[in-house]
């Protein structure tokens, strides 16, 4: 019995590392759907990242009612968000919208909490985003992306 607990040890531990490291600093996800086209496609594979600050334009994985949704933050907290003929105002300054495929749609001023945010998917006119389910919670939030793992031919950095 000493034995076989001794040839088992190594795997026991690398079994929790992998767990505890799955648990509380990165993980696969997968995108689905056209929300982030075309940064992201349908069926790629991505590595969540669950450590570290949230920036402006980061992209984010967040726990939404039905299943997770794959969104870039625009607003941060205490910020003024107002969208008027497809332009983006934070904080009464229109911003550089670089990665929209398509035309977005006006949203009322809102000011954000001190824990929330506000995220749009870079395909506009095809996205369930905080237009649609209002500012996201710190908490819903699970993690920052910016890697892809699958395909293998898109393996690296995710391009702006």
Do not use: C, H, W
């Amino acid at each position: 019995m000493k034995k076989f607990i001794k040839e088992i040890y190594p795997y026991v531990i690398i079994l929790i590392v992998v767990v505890l490291f799955r648990t509380f600093i990165a993980t696969p996800v997968k995108v689905d759907g056209v929300s982030m086209y075309p940064t992201l496609k349908g069926n790629e594979f991505l590595i969540l990242n669950k450590l570290g600050k949230i920036d402006r334009y980061d992209i984010v994985v967040v726990d939404e009612i039905e299943d997770d949704i794959i969104k870039r933050v625009v607003g941060m907290p205490n910020e003024t968000i107002e969208i008027t003929n497809g332009n983006i105002y934070i904080n009464g300054k229109k911003i550089k919208d670089n990665q929209k495929n398509g035309e977005t749609s006006s949203y009322d001023k809102i000011t954000l909490k001190s824990d929330e945010y506000f995220v749009l998917g870079d395909n506009r006119e095809n996205s369930k985003d905080s237009r649609m389910i209002g500012p996201i919670k710190k908490k819903d939030i699970k993690g920052t992306t910016n890697f892809i793992i699958f395909p293998f031919s898109k393996i690296g950095k995710i391009n702006p």
